[in-house]
């Protein structure tokens, strides 16, 4: 097994291990984070559900109320058009009109309190807005360990070439085979062409290049 194949075998173990790591990192970070919005989603709803349920009763009873009212008062105006009662309806609109009042009070107030709980922190939008902010916090720690897993890759591919080809180039260029390889003809044109032969299959780049 030659240098470059170990060294690849090695830089892939190392970044299989990184990539199980980041793997496991993040797994771990995601589970926190639905654990704490569970909790805290929890919190908010159950803290809010008391005065919820206080509300929808109180707005039962608004309605019920405001029936019942209205039922008298029409009751009270067929009296009126059949028997001429006014002492009755006067009453019974004045003890109305104060009723409505009341239920207007009632229903102002259970408005304030479900509004003043809604309002209380952490909303649910704050809730979400600070598991967006760790999670970019987080996700910086990521792509650190994600840019280890990368430069671990990248390692195995060295740009430089080896010694051994940069060796065996020297050998090719300096050592006359070039003239060799014009044989009996040593005219400068045909060793120039020998040469240029040489660099051309050898990869190299022409003096015109």
């Known amino acids: 097994m030659g240098r470059y ?5 090695t830089s892939l173990k190392e970044a299989t291990a990184l990539a199980s790591g980041i793997i496991t990192t993040v797994r771990h970070d995601l589970r926190r984070e639905e654990v704490r ?3 805290e989603m929890g919190d ?3 803290s809010i559900q008391s005065i919820l349920n206080e509300v929808a009763s109180i707005q039962d009873a608004i309605i019920a109320g405001s029936s019942e009212v209205k039922r008298d008062l029409q ?3 067929k009296k009126l058009v059949k028997y001429g009662d006014r002492e009755l309806m006067v009453t019974q609109i004045i003890g109305a009109a104060n009723r409505l009042g009341e239920l207007k009070a009632l229903h102002l ?3 304030n309190r479900i509004q003043g709980a809604l309002a209380r922190p952490p909303s649910a939008v704050d809730i979400i807005e600070r598991m967006t902010k760790d999670l970019l916090k987080l996700s910086g720690s990521w ?3 994600a840019r280890e897993i990368d430069e671990s890759i990248a390692d195995v591919v060295d740009a430089n070439a080896p010694i051994e080809m940069i060796e065996l180039q ?3 260029s300096n050592n006359g085979y070039d003239l060799i390889l014009a044989g009996d003809d040593r005219a400068p044109e045909n060793i120039e062409k020998c040469r240029a032969k040489i660099r051309e299959l050898a990869g190299e780049e022409s003096p015109e290049d």
């Open 75 to 77: 009751k009270a105006k």
């Open 109 to 111: 107030d259970a408005v």
């Open 143 to 145: 792509e650190a360990s």
């Open 170 to 172: 020297r050998e090719l």
């Open 44 to 46: 908010r709803v159950e």
């Open 37 to 39: 919005l569970e909790e």
């Open 5 to 9: 194949e170990r060294a690849a075998k």
